[in-house]
T-cell receptor, first 115, second 114 residues
Framework: NAGVTQTPKFQVLKTGQSMTLQCAQD?????MYWYRQDPGMGLRLIYY???????DKGEVPNGYNVSRLNKREFSLRLESAAPSQTSVYFC??????????????FGAGTRLSVL | AQSVTQLDSQVPVFEEAPVELRCNYS??????LFWYVQYPNQGLQLLLK??????LVKSINGFEAEFNKSQTSFHLRKPSVHISDTAEYFC????????????FGTGTKLQVIP
């Protein structure tokens, strides 16, 4: 079972460079999420997608864009990377039905450093 | 708006000793409560959940948590920890009304000392 797959696992960027973090899930979940994890701050929601074709801002969306390409894939783009975006990024997915209760399944993370 | 407070950022404990990781939440509506665990260099995974019914919920590896509505708490306990329990633990809350958003606490690092 692949679950939630994130690529790449590691990335180093220079300030101003752009990149896209990829995420795919094979569990037929309707909702997908992007979080960033920073020491002492827990997980903060960047963007989420409740269903294919919809996206919404989370707690810290500035500097990011997302695309829900299809039901399986949800990408996160940094157009002009800044050192403040150095973080570990996690993609998650969930089934938001009354039975599934929005239990979230996480990928292994992408560790991004912006120099 | 809902929020989660984990009062301890780090908890060191000797192997085979008991441990309690504290979690308090704030919400104006009925909630679902979760504990997630993150092992080093991995993503988070669900440890246990409270949805309804019995206020005491248990995981397969010996952890348990009790939902206390009057104290708005969902503390995680284990009577005897193992080295393999070393990880970061996140408490989370979700609106039981069906909205997709889950709010996570800042995490507690459990360090089991041999």
């Amino acid at each position: 079972n692949a679950g939630v797959t994130q690529t790449p696992k590691f990335q180093v960027l220079k300030t101003g460079q752009s990149m896209t973090l990829q995420c795919a899930q094979d569990m037929n979940h309707n909702s997908m999420y992007w979080y960033r994890q920073d020491p002492g701050m827990g997980l903060r929601l960047i963007y989420y997608s409740a269903s294919e074709g919809t996206t919404d801002k989370g707690e810290v969306p500035n500097g990011y864009n997302v695309s829900r390409l299809n039901k399986r894939e949800f990408s996160l783009r940094l157009e002009s990377a800044a050192p403040s975006q150095t973080s570990v990024y996690f993609c998650a997915s969930s089934l938001t039905t009354s039975e599934a209760k929005n239990i979230q399944y996480f990928g292994a993370g992408t560790r991004l450093s912006v120099l | 708006a809902q929020s989660v407070t984990q009062l301890d950022s780090q908890v060191p404990v000797f192997e085979e000793a008991p441990v309690e990781l504290r979690c308090n939440y704030s919400s104006s509506v009925s909630v679902y409560l979760f504990w997630y665990v993150q092992y080093p260099n991995q993503g988070l995974q669900l440890l246990l959940k409270y949805l309804s019914g019995s206020t005491l919920v248990k995981s397969i590896n010996g952890f348990e948590a009790e939902f206390n509505k009057s104290q708005t708490s969902f503390h995680l306990r284990k009577p005897s920890v193992h080295i393999s329990d070393t990880a970061e633990y996140f408490c989370a809350v979700s609106d039981s009304g069906g909205y997709q958003k889950v709010t996570f606490g800042t995490g507690t690092k459990l360090q089991v000392i041999p």
